[in-house]
C-alpha cells in the first residue's frame, strides 16, 4: 500500500513538472515572438518608404496581440508558479503604443 502511495507521488511531481515546463516553454516561446515583432516595429516605423512603414505597422499588431494573448495566458497559469515566476519570465507584456 504505501508503495502504490509514494508511486502515485511521484506520478503527480511529474505530471506537474511537465505542465510547469509546458507552460515555461510556452511563455519563452511567446516573448522571443514578441520581442522581435517590437523590433521590426521599431526599425522600420520612422522609414520614408510606405512599404517598410506597412512592415512596422504590421509588426506592432502581432506584437499587440502576442502581448494580449500572453497576457491572458499568464492569468490563466499563475498558479503554476506561486508567485515564484522564473526571472526570464515576465508577468505581463506592454502593449506596443
Not at 27 to 44: C, F, G, L
Not at 50 to 63: D, L, P, T, Y
Request: aromatic share 12%; no cysteine.
Amino acid at each position: 500500500m504505501w508503495n502504490d502511495y509514494t508511486h502515485e507521488l511521484k506520478k503527480v511531481d511529474e505530471r506537474q513538472y511537465e505542465s510547469k515546463k509546458k507552460v515555461e516553454d510556452t511563455a519563452r516561446a511567446m516573448i522571443a515572438s514578441y520581442k522581435s515583432d517590437v523590433e521590426t516595429y521599431n526599425q522600420y516605423k520612422d522609414s520614408t518608404n510606405a512599404e517598410k512603414q506597412s512592415w512596422a505597422e504590421q509588426a506592432k499588431m502581432r506584437a499587440n496581440v502576442t502581448a494580449n494573448s500572453y497576457n491572458e495566458y499568464m492569468l490563466k497559469n499563475s498558479y503554476v508558479w506561486n508567485a515564484n515566476i522564473p526571472q526570464d519570465i515576465k508577468g505581463t507584456l506592454p502593449l506596443v503604443k
